[in-house]
């Protein structure tokens, strides 16, 4: 894991941190992902920081106001691999310094007040691939024996105000090295001591004011790559092109760069004409200061040169106004050259070349060219790679004739103008356009309908384009399409574009990018959609599961796909939302609540069958009517006569069941229940029938067992004909069938219809065999024959027992009367 340990500067700012981040590393090492790096630069620190981490494998104390170091300063960080020292005021290395800092590859020293370095120093960092001393105060040419070791020495950055021969002879050998000499403040020059330089790349800044030639005749074939900067010719510049003239077909330098340079329109020419018949292929000025008039004529026979490439950026110029042709820009066109750069020149127009070019590759980035350049051109017939970018193009429509005419154009970057395209305009492509790079214009919708029709790799990033309009042109090549930072709603149909493999649609205004469109683009391997407002719902979650699936292919997933609405989830990451199957999908949604439905139906059977829960609902039922019923009626209404809560008639084969069961238990001992029971309660003297209507007439209610025995039982009959007639005089129902046993219809004689329609049209209780079941049954039972007595008369009763008398009938009915002295007695 790299590690970057930042202590927060003064004025804490993120830029600084950033910028100072890439200063340290550039054109030097990337830091791996192993470094642990430790800045402190632009701190205001005049001693080196204590208590560095020992795990530091690259510090930056750069921009300080470090003078004096300490032996002991780096010795604990043996894994240092980069120190940057540079910008600081630091006058003296001790000898010990690096003692222990044998890993140390990177060292720059760069911009302080050295004046000398212990040799013995640098015995300890042989390892050294790039060292900076340039910018210092040494005299002399900065030189050690040590440097014959240095092996792996890539960069040597040395400057100086004396070079003499004897200081050169150390670096002299190291062939394959990058050496950069800042002689701006020299004073002395021994004529030939650059010359033993031999180099891949030689950087020199030229004294100010040059004073004499010999150091340009030096260095002219000492390396692959010569850069010279500072150069300026005030009067004359027959010197300069006395050594460039020294450099002959077959000298080292095949790059030669001018950096920073001021010289007359004619001194360039002069240049031109020194490089055009040398061994130079590639010549490169950069920051030119272009000073006196532009001379009207066209220079000199350009054919035939070494030159394959000419670059000129960023040029100035002082007085650049001509009067007629030639343009100053036929200074250029006419070179006959592949490869041309002139960017960053100000330059308003670019001539078309008088007779066919062979610029292969030109670069004309940064300049202020009109929709006017290069149109009705033919001169460029080769021309396979044109940019335009940062200009001020307008139309489409003339961007595409200008390139109608180019036979090879095979790449054309116009991005950074200010394009714009209206339906029925002119439009014209070459066909041999792959790459069109029209980002950053003002391109809409309508730009779908100029298009060239092969291209591969379409860039239209940064335009305002909400959709793409359903019947646009077909681009069967195009592999990759950018279409970031637009106004797009939605994902763009890939039917247009069968071949589509990369696409770019980051920053724009996707809410839910559907996945009819992912279907669709199936070819698309990599898609870049980051930072859209997506509406983290249903419909996002095929694109989720698109994303989470092939993450790989989504850059920056998860990181840059976040939610913005609903409110509740926003700035959670697309991966963390939680969408269900179950949510969002209606016909799971839809199974799973009938399942249940299904599920819970299934239960309830099932304890139905287990429980037999109807019949307890049935119990409940008939409680709950009853207790409506007792509500409802006045207790007054209840006859002044009656004496007993119940009369019970049962089967004689059925008495065991009763006593035992039915009288104990609505009794309950306590007395302040009365039943008729014949065999203590009926009046001797009186016939059985007198006897039976009188008990009926007494009790509130009256109890029929009932079971096949009681149903063969004449008697009883009779007992229910009473008791049902009364019913129907009375209408009030104080009749309660308990059925002991279940009675097939069969069995019920067809003379007892009345019996038959009753049992058909009343509910009955019936007697549970379950034990559990049976409290419930006593309950309902006794809260139907619940009801207030009036007080009764102290009359005596005898008991009258007609079981004697029945006897040898083995089916007889019981009829029951309880003593009234029981029941004052209990009241
Ligand atoms: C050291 O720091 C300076 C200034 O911050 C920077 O310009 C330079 O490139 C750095 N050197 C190295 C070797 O990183
Ligand atoms: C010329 O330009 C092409 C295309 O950019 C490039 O590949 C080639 O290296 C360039 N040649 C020279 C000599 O710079
Ligand atoms: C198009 O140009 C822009 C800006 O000039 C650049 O960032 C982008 O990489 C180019 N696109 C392609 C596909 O080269």
Redesign the pocket.
Known sequence: MMKILESIPPISSAFIILF?SM???????LPTNNDFIVKH??RFLDRVPKNLPSETTML?L??NNLSLLLSSDFSSLTKLK?L????NLIRELDANIFRFNSKLQ???L??NHLKNITCSSLQHIRGLQ?L?LSSNKFENIFHCKEFSSFLHLKYLGLSATRIQTSYLKEIEHLGTLHIFLGLEHLSYYEPGSLQVLSTDKLHIVLPVFIQDTFILNDIMNTSRTLEISHFRCNKSCDYLMESLSTISKNSKVSTLIFNNITVTWQDLIQIFKAVWYSSIECLKVHHLMLVGEFPYFVPFNYAKTSLKALSIQHSTSKIFYHRGPPHPSQTYSEMMIENFTFVDNDMIHFICPSKPSIFRFLNLARNKLTDTVFQNCDNLPLLETLILKYNRLEKLSAVSTMTSSKKFLKHLDVSNNKLQYENGEDCHWSETLLTLNLSANRLADTTFGCLPINVKILDLHNNQISHIPKTIMTLTFLEELNLAFNWLTELPDCSHFSSLAVLHVENNSLHSPSSHSLQICQKVRVIKAGNNPFRCDCDLKDFINWGKQSAGDVIEWPESYMCQYPEDVKGTLLKDVLLSEVSCNTAVLLGIILGTLAGIMLCISCLCLYFDLPWYFKMMWNWTQTKRRIRNTNPKDIQKNLVYHAFISYSQQDSIWVKSYLIPNLEKGDGSVQICQHERDFVPGRSIIENIINCIERSYKSIFVLSPNFIQSEWCHYELYFAHHRLFTESSDNLILVLLEPIPQYLIPSKYYKLKALMAKRTYLEWPKEKRKRGLFWANLRESINVHLPKPNQETVKVFNINQENDSEPNTCSLNLIENTTYSAVL
């Open positions: 100072t200063l340290v590393f550039s054109n030097t090492q630069s632009k930056d750069s921009e980069l940057n020292l540079s910008y990177h060292l720059d760069s911009h790039y900076d």
